[in-house]
C-alpha cells in the first residue's frame, strides 16, 4: 500500500509540475510576442524545404549546407521551420550536425528564435539511414493491436530524437474508403473505429513522455478533411462528399486525435465541393478550433498556399492566395521552395487584407510548440538521445508487428504451413525485392531505391532458403521487383517441373502520393500469366500478396491453393512470410479492408441495407456485399469456437452501460491469437442504418483447449450517428450485438 501512494504521489507531483511549465511557457511566449516584429513574425509562419539551404539544392546527397543560403533563410527571412530531406535518407550523425548548423545561425538573428525541424517518420524514422522501418498504417490495422502500433511510434520517436528532429509529420488518419487512392497504405483501413483507435494511441505514444522528454517528438495528424475520398481516386484531386459523409466517416478520428493531445495538425491538399481546405474558413475555424477544440498548429501540405492560384483558381493572385489561406485558419505555410510566402504575407498585413490578430494567434501557437519541445531550453540535438538509435530489441517490435499483420486469405485443404523438406519454386518480381517489401516512405519519398536500405535486410527468397536449405529452394527471379528475370513465365514453366509446391510472389512495388496514381486495381498481365504459369505447372500455388491497397487477383484466386496478404510490413516483414508459411508462427492478421472482386464491386462492410438487395433478373442473383475477402476476415492454423452472447441486460438508458460477454475455445491442436470484433446494428433510425458498425476488438492468446471469457462495455456513444440536421445523435429503439455468427438484440431509450 505505501508503494502505490508513493507512486500516485509521484505522478501527482508531475501533473503539476507540468501545468506549470505550460503557465511558464505561456508567460514567456507572451512576452517574446510582444518583441516582434511583423517580418519576425511572419517568418516564424514561413516553413521551407532543406533543398533551400543545402549545397547544390535537391541535387545535394551529403546534407551539407550552404552557409550564404542557411544565412539567407535563418537571418534574412527568419525562417522559423525547415523540413524534408532531398534525394535520401542522412545518417543521424549528418542530422545531428545540419541541425546543429541551422540552430547556430539561429544565435545569430535578433531574438534567436530556434527552428523547430520537421520530417515524415511515416513507419518508423524514414528519412535516417540504418533506421526500423515497421509496417505501414494498413498492416499495423490488420493486426489489430494497439500496443503494437504503441511500441512502433515509441520506436520511432526515440530515432527521429536521435536524429535531432522534434517534429513528426504522422500518423496518417485519413480513412481508407477507397482502394484506387495511392495513400491507401498510409491509412488503417476502411473502418472508423481502427483508424480513431489506432491513431489515437500512435499520438499518445508520441508525445505522452513530454515534449521536452528526449524520446518524445510533436506528432501532426494529417490529413485535415477528407482527403482520401477522392472521387477519382487519384491524388490531390477533387472530392464531393456531403457534409453527413464527412461527419460519420471522416472527422471521427480527429476529433479522437484532438482528444489524444496532438500539437499539430497537416491540411487536405485537395478540394471539398469545390473549395480547397486550405482556403475553407468553416473546416479549419469553426469546426476544428471551435467544434473540436484544437489548439496547436495548423501546417499547409507542400505548396498549397500556392495552388489556391495555380491549381484551384480560387485567387486571382498569389498574394490573394496566401490572404485566403492565412484568414481561413493557416498558421504555417509548407512553402517550400521559396520566400515567397514571407514576402506575399508581409505585404498582405501591410494592405489590410490579413488583420495582425491572425498573425499573433498563428505565431503565438507556432512559439508554444517550440516552448514546449524545449527548443529554447536547448535546441541541440540531446546527447542522451544519440544513445537510443538502432537498439537491438527495436528488431524485435519490427519482427512482432510484421508477425500480426499476416493475413491468412486462404488455405485450402490445409496446404499451408509448408514442409521444410519440400523443394520450394520461389517466383514473381517481389521473391528478391526490399522495396516491395517496404513500400512508400522508406529512406527515399518512393522507397524504390534499393541501394539505401540496411545491408542486412532480406528478402523473401532469402528467409525461405534460411528455412529449408539451398538445396531446397529453386527460384527464377533476380533482385529488384522490375527485373526482367522476374516476369519470365517460360523459366518458370521449366522450374515447376523439380519443384514440389511454387510459392509466387507478386503485388505492387513502392510508391507514394501521386506517383501512384492509376486507373485500374488489376494486376499488370506479366505477373496474372506466371500465376496461370504456376497454376499449369500441376503444382500446389501459394500466393504471396506484397501490396499497398487490394489488387484484384480474381481471375487467378481459384487455381491458388493458400494465400497469404503480406502488405508492406517493413523491414522484418520477409522473415514473417517465411514463419507463417512453414508454421513457424500462426497467422492472426485480420483484413482492415473488403477485399473486392472487382471495379464495380467496391462495397464496404459498413454498407446501408439498400447495398445488400438482392434482385432475381434471369435467374441472375446479385448481392451488394460480395467481396472477395470480406472486412476481418484471416484464417488462422487452428480453430477458435464461440459460445452465446450474454448481455447485462435486454434493456439499457441513456446515462448506462451494456456488458457483454462471450466465451471464445481454441478448439484446434495450435497455440494462437485472435481478435473477437463487436458489431453493433440499429435496426431502425431516422436515416437508412449501417448494416453493421464496428464498436470494439479485443485480440487474445489462447492454447490449443483453452476457453477465455471476452468482455467488453458500449454505451449510448456506441450506438451513435449523425443525422440529417448533422448532430450525433443515439435514438431510442432495438438494437443488435454482432460477434462472429452470434447476435443479441436489447433496447435503448432515452
Not at 460519420?248 to 487536405?268: C, D, H
Not at 486469405?409 to 509448408?418: A, E
Not at 484446434?668 to 431502425?684: C, F, N, Q, S, V
Request: net charge neutral.
Amino acid at each position: 500500500m505505501k508503494q502505490i501512494i508513493t507512486i500516485v504521489m509521484a505522478v501527482g507531483m508531475s501533473v503539476a509540475t507540468i501545468a506549470q511549465q505550460n503557465i511558464a511557457d505561456v508567460k514567456k511566449t507572451e512576452a517574446l510576442l510582444k518583441q516582434m516584429t511583423l517580418e519576425e513574425k511572419v517568418g516564424q509562419m514561413t516553413q521551407v524545404t532543406l533543398a533551400v539551404i543545402a549545397k547544390g539544392g535537391w541535387g545535394n546527397q551529403d546534407g551539407e549546407l550552404d552557409a550564404a543560403l542557411l544565412k539567407k533563410a535563418v537571418v534574412e527571412y527568419k525562417v522559423g521551420s525547415l523540413l524534408n530531406t532531398t534525394a535520401h535518407a542522412l545518417s543521424a550523425e549528418t542530422w545531428r550536425k545540419m541541425i546543429t548548423q541551422i540552430q547556430d545561425e539561429t544565435k545569430n538573428t535578433r531574438l534567436k528564435i530556434p527552428v523547430i525541424y520537421g520530417l515524415d517518420g511515416m513507419h518508423g524514422q524514414t528519412y535516417t539511414l540504418g533506421s526500423t522501418l515497421f509496417p505501414q498504417n494498413l498492416p499495423m490495422a490488420a493486426t489489430r493491436n494497439p500496443e503494437l502500433a504503441i511500441a512502433m511510434a515509441k520506436v520511432t520517436a526515440k530515432e527521429l530524437r536521435a536524429s535531432g528532429v522534434r517534429w513528426n509529420f504522422a500518423p496518417v488518419l485519413d480513412i481508407g474508403r477507397q482502394p484506387l487512392w495511392s495513400r491507401f497504405p498510409e491509412t488503417y483501413g476502411e473502418d472508423v473505429y481502427i483508424g480513431k483507435t489506432m491513431g489515437a494511441a500512435v499520438i499518445k505514444a508520441y508525445e505522452e513522455d513530454g515534449l521536452r522528454n528526449p524520446t518524445a517528438v510533436a506528432s501532426c495528424m494529417k490529413h485535415y478533411l477528407g482527403y482520401s475520398a477522392s472521387r477519382n481516386g487519384k491524388d490531390r484531386t477533387p472530392i464531393y462528399l456531403p457534409e453527413i459523409e464527412l461527419r460519420e466517416y471522416y472527422l471521427p478520428q480527429f476529433r479522437e486525435a484532438v482528444k489524444a493531445g496532438a500539437s499539430t495538425i497537416m491540411i487536405n491538399s485537395g478540394e471539398i465541393n469545390g473549395q480547397p481546405v486550405h482556403g475553407n474558413k468553416y473546416l479549419l475555424t469553426d469546426v476544428l478550433r471551435k467544434e473540436l477544440g484544437f489548439e496547436g498548429v495548423i501546417v499547409t501540405d507542400w505548396e498549397d498556399i500556392k495552388r489556391l492560384y495555380t491549381w484551384h483558381h480560387v485567387a486571382a493572385t498569389p498574394r490573394e492566395a496566401v490572404a485566403i489561406g492565412v484568414n481561413a485558419g493557416i498558421d504555417m505555410s509548407m512553402v517550400p521552395g521559396d520566400f515567397s510566402f514571407y514576402d506575399l504575407l508581409i505585404e498582405a498585413v501591410k494592405k489590410g487584407e490579413v488583420p495582425m490578430s491572425r498573425i499573433d494567434d498563428a505565431v503565438k501557437r507556432i512559439v508554444m510548440l517550440k516552448m514546449k519541445t524545449g527548443l529554447f531550453d536547448n535546441p541541440y540535438p540531446e546527447t542522451t538521445a544519440i544513445e537510443n538509435f538502432g537498439k537491438p530489441e527495436y528488431q524485435i517490435v519490427a519482427l512482432n508487428a510484421a508477425h500480426e499483420a499476416m493475413t491468412l486469405l486462404k488455405n485450402d485443404n490445409n496446404i499451408l504451413p509448408l514442409s521444410k523438406n519440400k523443394k520450394i519454386l520461389v517466383a514473381g518480381p517481389s521473391a528478391q525485392s526490399i522495396s516491395a517489401l517496404n513500400g512508400c516512405w522508406s529512406y527515399t519519398w518512393q522507397g524504390k531505391e534499393e541501394q539505401w536500405y540496411p545491408a542486412d535486410s532480406k528478402t523473401i527468397f532469402q528467409t525461405i532458403t534460411d528455412k529449408v536449405g539451398a538445396a531446397n529452394v529453386i527460384t527464377t527471379t533476380g533482385k529488384g521487383f522490375e527485373n526482367a528475370m522476374n516476369f519470365d513465365a517460360f523459366a518458370l514453366s521449366n522450374a515447376a517441373a523439380t519443384a514440389d509446391v511454387i510459392v509466387l510472389c507478386i503485388g505492387e512495388n513502392a510508391y507514394a502520393e501521386s506517383p501512384g496514381n492509376t486507373v485500374d486495381l488489376a494486376l499488370d498481365e506479366n505477373q496474372v500469366a506466371l500465376a496461370k504459369t504456376a497454376a499449369l505447372s500441376g503444382k500446389p500455388v501459394i500466393l504471396v500478396l506484397t501490396e499497398g491497397r487490394p489488387r484484384f487477383i480474381t481471375n487467378i484466386e481459384p487455381s491458388a491453393k493458400g494465400i497469404l496478404m503480406a502488405y508492406w510490413s517493413g523491414k522484418k516483414a520477409a522473415e514473417a512470410i517465411a514463419d507463417v508459411l512453414f508454421g513457424d508462427y500462426n497467422p492472426d492478421g485480420i483484413l482492415p479492408f473488403s477485399y473486392p472482386r472487382s471495379m464495380g464491386e467496391i462495397v464496404l462492410y459498413d454498407r446501408k441495407p439498400t447495398e445488400d438487395i438482392r434482385e432475381v433478373f434471369n435467374d441472375d442473383i446479385h448481392t451488394g456485399y460480395n467481396p472477395l475477402y470480406p472486412f476481418g476476415h484471416g484464417l488462422s492454423y487452428t480453430t477458435f469456437e464461440y459460445g452465446d452472447i450474454k448481455l447485462s441486460t435486454f434493456n439499457i438508458k441513456a446515462d448506462e452501460k451494456l456488458s457483454v460477454s462471450i466465451t471464445v475455445k481454441n478448439t484446434g491442436t495450435k497455440d494462437g491469437r485472435h481478435t473477437i470484433e463487436l458489431y453493433t446494428h440499429d435496426l431502425y433510425a431516422s436515416i437508412t442504418p449501417n448494416m453493421k458498425r464496428l464498436r470494439s476488438f479485443k485480440k487474445i492468446f489462447l492454447k490449443a483447449g483453452e476457453t477465455q471469457t471476452v468482455n467488453f462495455t458500449i454505451d449510448r456513444n456506441d450506438l451513435a450517428f449523425v443525422n440529417a440536421q448533422l448532430k450525433t445523435v443515439t435514438e431510442p429503439g432495438d438494437f443488435e450485438v454482432i460477434i462472429g455468427k452470434k447476435k443479441e438484440k436489447f433496447n435503448y431509450q432515452q
